[in-house]
T-cell receptor, first 115, second 112 residues
Framework: NAGVMQNPRHLVRRRGQEARLRCSPMKGHSHVYWYRQLPEEGLKFMVYLQKENIIDESGMPKERFSAEFPKEGPSILRIQQVVRGDSAAYFC?????????????FGPGTRLTVL | AQRVTQPEKLLSVFKGAPVELKCNYSYSGSPELFWYVQYSRQRLQLLLRHISRESIKGFTADLNKGETSFHLKKPFAQEEDSAMYYCALNFPGGTSYGKLTFGQGTILTVHP
């Protein structure tokens, strides 16, 4: 099992462009979580998805950010019209169930830099 | 709202010394608490969770509901323990089940 995969590992965008971050969960995991880590801060929850459903998006900024986890393929975190403040490390985690006691397995992260 | 506080951003000890990484939380119910660790150039991984009451790599953590703390301890630190440590909380129930709230992390450096 290759573990949680994220790509790209590094992404550079200019202000106003779109950023697409991909996350492939571990085999057999149908629950995906996205977290954002701003410089000098801890990880902050953004969104929790199951296949084809958004369960909790309470941590997502109201505008420009969206996430999906289609029936086939990876989960996508999409940021439209990026601004400098979006520069951060974005981590994806997966788990086999939504039980809070379950371990979440993390990907290596995507480091987004907005110029 | 639930919150996790790790008061020390940096912690340095010498090899063989005891180490304690502090974690306090604010939540009125019965939380589920975890310690995650990130070694250099590796991904974040689970170190231990309070419900398991296990000791991993010599580390233990006891949930103290009275003090709302979940400090991570090891009696004799090793150089390979140098890493970033995150305390994380999950509160059961509702649609937020499974979502983790992280502290800001503590960088532990163990000197030879």
């Amino acid at each position: 099992n290759a573990g949680v995969m994220q790509n790209p590992r590094h992404l550079v965008r200019r202000r106003g462009q779109e950023a697409r971050l991909r996350c492939s969960p571990m085999k057999g995991h149908s629950h995906v979580y996205w977290y954002r880590q701003l410089p000098e801060e801890g990880l902050k929850f953004m969104v929790y998805l199951q296949k084809e459903n958004i369960i909790d998006e309470s941590g997502m900024p109201k505008e420009r950010f969206s996430a999906e986890f289609p029936k086939e393929g990876p989960s996508i975190l999409r940021i439209q019209q990026v601004v400098r403040g979006d520069s951060a490390a974005y981590f994806c985690a997966s788990s086999p169930t939504g039980l809070g006691s379950n371990e979440q397995f993390f990907g290596p992260g995507t480091r987004l830099t907005v110029l | 709202a639930q919150r996790v506080t790790q008061p020390e951003k940096l912690l340095s000890v010498f090899k063989g010394a005891p180490v304690e990484l502090k974690c306090n939380y604010s939540y009125s119910g019965s939380p589920e608490l975890f310690w995650y660790v990130q070694y250099s150039r590796q991904r974040l991984q689970l170190l231990l969770r309070h419900i398991s009451r296990e000791s991993i790599k010599g580390f233990t953590a006891d949930l103290n509901k009275g003090e709302t703390s979940f400090h991570l301890k090891k009696p004799f630190a090793q150089e390979e323990d140098s890493a970033m440590y995150y305390c994380a909380l999950n509160f059961p129930g509702g649609t937020s089940y499974g979502k983790l709230t992280f502290g800001q992390g503590t960088i532990l450096t163990v000197h030879p």
